[in-house]
């Protein structure tokens, strides 16, 4: 085992380095992890000393003149000097679990930050060759109806609520990260009628049914949110709601399609750490940031070795979400006891290198830089002709409330509503849901729900 995980970083991490080399930039980059700053390239030589008997490494290095300690990313050309600490076999073992078991469970949370788009360039031409090329969905396993795209792809989708010939209103809901078209969203199926919605979930690209999108970025979610509306004949008006990572397909919406939006609502939408405008005192002493760095890290630069501590059964890698108050709160915790948890995370699902890319591409994309700032967006309905809600709960542990109602204050022309006694999960509670729905359609505020803010 110890000699397939040193070729894995070998692959995945010195080659890079010498990449570097050959094309004259000698450079490595530098993360700043709680204690030390350890080059990618030095990563090899970590994982070793932690495999080995001999003691684990740790890197020290002096901070050079004029560079700004704090920054994540710096051009550097000093050599680390290495230093042997003695551990014994156990907490060489435990560390390493731990730093997998934390990235895991921030991923699946939906939490991080990345530092360029996955938009094709010359890195992607590196990367090429440890992903395995994507392929459509088998036909023969498809269950549920899909429209084909502008481009040949094929999205699945499944409907609940009336009719959607006899709908009074059209809601296109947008799931987050792991999860699929069958994620709950527990409106009853009483109010649903009595209202007449009608609900279209669909797989976005690579997830459940859908055949994935090597090319996706912020900009394609809204285009493939765009082009199903028009082949399913919604209408020129329909209302989105985004749930956590599903959100920055919405925020994509509002940016290039407000028009065609009745009305959006985000719910315990994820906040990107790369937003340019989002100040660094709202983030300074907050421990995720730097939980999120890494996990982007490594899901960039080693999809191999990532794809590895998913698919291997050494450790119980698939899960470390249960029962950690760290990332999640009692009500969210009763909840994961009591639902199935996400079938791509399961190792049958995620060992296929499909469903893994395409979760891979959906992390980094969400977590990029984007092409645009949503806190600087101005109000898309000047005249109240639609309106903009952020759902949140209080006790969130994966997306703070701090930041959510930082984005509320900063964008005063958003609704917004806190739910106190709930965390991250709320689509799994009928009430909450219920009043998503009143809200978002006939305005209705229920105090309980509208926090009253200090400017």
Known sequence: MRSEILSIFKKELDKRCLNLRRQGHIKTFKYKLPVHNIPICTWSKLILS?????????????????????????????????????LDSSEKFCSLKMVFRRILVLMMGCLGCADQPTEANNNNNNNNNMESKSSVVDESVITTPRVRLSDGRYLAYRERGVPKNKSKYSIIIVHGFGSSKQMSFMASDELLDGMGIYLLIYDRAGYGESDPNPKRSVKSEASDIEE????LQLGSNYYVIGVSLGCYPAWSCMKRIPQKLAGVALVV????????????????????????????????????????????????????????????????????????????????GIMERRVFDSLRRDFIVAFSK?????????????????SVHIWQGYMDKVVPVQLQRYVSQRLPWIRYHEVPDSGHLLVYDTVVCEAVLKSLLLGEDPQVYMPKLLD
């Open 228 to 231: 199903l509306a028009d082949l």
């Open 50 to 86: 932690l495999l080995s008997s001999k003691g684990t490494i740790s890197i020290h290095r002096e901070s050079e003149e004029g560079k700004d300690p704090n920054l994540d990313f710096q051009e550097s050309n000093e050599q680390p000097r290495v230093v042997v600490v003695n």
């Open 370 to 386: 984007w092409d645009f700032d949503p806190l600087e967006l101005s109000n898309p309905y000047p005249q109240n002709e639609s």
């Open 269 to 348: 939408p994820f906040v990107n750490y790369n937003w340019p405008s989002l100040p660094g005192d709202q983030t300074k002493d907050d421990y995720r940031k730097q939980l999120c760095r890494f996990a982007l890290l490594l899901t960039r630069y080693t999809p191999g070795l990532l794809h590895w501590w998913f698919t291997q059964k050494l450790f119980p890698s698939a899960t470390a979400l249960e029962g950690n108050p760290t990332f999640f709160c009692d009500k969210d915790l009763d909840v994961l006891k009591n639902t199935p948890g996400y079938q791509l995370f399961t190792q049958d």
